[in-house]
């Protein structure tokens, strides 16, 4: 419990991060959004607390985790993929714990995500239906150059598609790296 408690306090940023992502996780399950009102926040008090501890280069330093947690989602967002405030909670990650933390967590993000995504399909019992639209899908992105077109493309398609609250996979990756790599103790 000694040991807990002190990795607790030792790394209360990761702590952080950790309650953030559990409430997002939660929210999303429940209505399918990760809220402005818990990213914008996230990335600004991340900005804020590195200034405070590091001065510019912590800034700079958080800005970068930023820029990668946003560009690693941005493009899946962009042809409809995932929703904006996915894109927005892996960018707070970087704002909080740095660009090579948040390289990781989105690896194994991306791993539970493909996992509860297949798990979804099987138990659905239309594993034809989603591997058509995948196929589908792969088509467009080599044959529609223009990325508009392509969310508009996706937009459409949306309401036919049963959808992955991706905070979820991103709360249990990101969580499960924290846990393997021992930053929670």
Known sequence: METLLQGMTENWTVWFVTAVLIVAAVI????????????????LCGWVH???????????????????????????????????GDVKLLAGVGAWLGTVVTLWAFAATAIVGGVMAVIMILASGQWHKHFAMAHQILHEWKTVRNPSKLATIARERKPTMTLLPYGIPMAIGSIAYFAIAGMLL
């Open 50 to 84: 590195w200034t405070m501890q590091d001065g510019v280069s912590g800034l700079g330093w958080s800005l970068l985790g930023t820029v990668v947690g946003m560009m690693l989602l941005l493009v899946l967002r962009n042809v409809g993929g995932m929703g904006a």
């Open 28 to 43: 999303d399950g429940a209505i399918l959004k990760v809220p402005n009102w818990l990213t914008f926040p996230f990335i």
